[in-house]
C-alpha cells in the first residue's frame, strides 16, 4: 500500500502542506481542522498542554496561541527542526510516543492529530498507556483521525486518500473501536464526534482516579 508520493509528502514540506489543505476542505479548511479536537476543552494560559506527534507544528500554532506552556513531541528530528521555525513559542521533545521521556502526570491536556492510524494496534495501545502516565488525574486526551465513512460518498475518496499516501495500519483503524480502546485502559470518552461523512473521528476523553478506573473496569457489561 502507499505509493511514492507517501516518501515525497514527508520530504517536502509544500507537498504535505498542499495535501493537508485539500483534505480539510471537507470540514471548513484547515484551520479549522486543526482545531476540531480542540473545541470546547478547558485551555488557558497555564494550561498544560502535549502536542503529540506535533508533526511540523500544524496543530501547536494554535496551541500556542490559548496556552504560554505547550510541548510538541515527535520522533522525527526533521520534523522538530520545522516546528521549531514554524512555532518558536513552543518547547520541543524528540522522542517516540509509546516511550516518552517525560515525566509522569505532567499535562492537562494530550493532544494528538492524524497519527494514531500510522500506528500498528499494539503500538497504539502502548502510546494511550504513555497518554494515560503523563497526563495529571482528571486531564484530557484529545485526537483527531480516519474513521470508516458512515455515508457511502466519502468511501471512494477516503479509499483513494489511504491507498495513495498511507499504510496498512491506516485500513487496520477503520476496523478499531478507538473510544473501546481508550475505555479499558481508563479514559472516560465524553466526546466522540464525526465529520466529512464519517471519514473523520475527534475524541475527546478523560483520565479518571485510578481507582475510579478499576472500579468501572470490574462492572458487567450493560445487555
Known amino acids: 500500500m502507499a505509493t511514492f508520493l507517501r516518501p515525497l509528502s514527508y520530504?517536502?514540506?509544500?507537498?504535505?502542506?498542499?495535501?493537508?489543505?485539500?483534505?480539510?476542505?471537507?470540514?471548513?479548511?484547515?484551520a479549522r481542522f486543526?482545531?476540531?479536537?480542540?473545541?470546547?476543552?478547558?485551555?488557558?494560559?497555564?494550561?498544560?498542554?502535549?502536542?503529540?506527534?506535533?508533526g511540523s507544528g500544524q496543530t501547536t500554532q494554535f496551541l500556542v496561541q490559548r496556552s504560554?506552556?505547550?510541548t510538541g513531541l515527535d520522533a522525527s528530528p526533521r520534523s522538530l527542526e520545522r516546528a521549531r521555525?514554524?512555532?518558536?513559542?513552543?518547547?520541543?521533545?524528540?522522542?517516540?510516543?509509546?516511550?516518552?521521556?517525560?515525566?509522569?502526570?505532567?499535562?492537562?491536556?494530550?493532544?494528538?492529530?492524524?497519527?494514531?492510524?500510522?500506528?500498528a494496534p499494539q503500538q497504539r495501545r502502548d502510546i494511550f498507556?504513555?497518554?494515560?502516565?503523563?497526563?495529571k488525574p482528571g486531564g484530557y486526551f484529545a485526537l483527531i483521525d480516519f474513521?470508516?465513512?458512515?455515508?457511502?460518498?466519502?468511501?471512494?475518496?477516503?479509499?483513494?486518500?489511504?491507498?495513495?499516501?498511507?499504510?496498512?495500519?491506516?485500513?487496520?483503524l477503520l476496523q478499531t473501536d478507538l473510544t473501546a480502546s481508550l475505555g479499558e485502559l481508563g479514559f472516560q470518552v465524553e466526546r466522540q464526534q464525526l465529520y466529512a461523512g464519517g471519514s473523520l473521528q475527534v475524541i475527546q476523553s478523560k483520565k479518571?482516579?485510578?481507582k475510579l478506573?478499576?472500579?468501572?473496569?470490574?462492572?458487567?457489561?450493560?445487555d
Open 11 to 30: 520530504r517536502y514540506q509544500w507537498l504535505y502542506d498542499a495535501i493537508a489543505g485539500l483534505s480539510a476542505l471537507s470540514v471548513g479548511g484547515e
Open 34 to 54: 486543526r482545531q476540531l479536537a480542540l473545541a470546547g476543552l478547558p485551555i488557558e494560559a497555564e494550561t498544560q498542554v502535549l502536542d503529540l506527534c506535533c
Open 129 to 135: 498507556k504513555e497518554v494515560w502516565r503523563v497526563l
Open 147 to 172: 474513521h470508516r465513512p458512515t455515508n457511502p460518498l466519502f468511501w471512494p475518496g477516503l479509499a483513494a486518500f489511504l491507498w495513495l499516501f498511507e499504510t496498512e495500519t491506516a485500513w487496520q
Open 68 to 70: 504560554r506552556r505547550v
Open 85 to 119: 521555525q514554524n512555532v518558536p513559542e513552543a518547547a520541543y521533545v524528540q522522542g517516540w510516543a509509546e516511550d516518552m521521556p517525560l515525566p509522569s502526570e505532567q499535562f492537562d491536556i494530550v493532544h494528538t492529530s492524524v497519527a494514531m492510524h500510522e500506528m
Open 208 to 210: 479518571l482516579a485510578k
Open 213 to 222: 478506573a478499576k472500579k468501572l473496569a470490574k462492572q458487567p457489561a450493560p
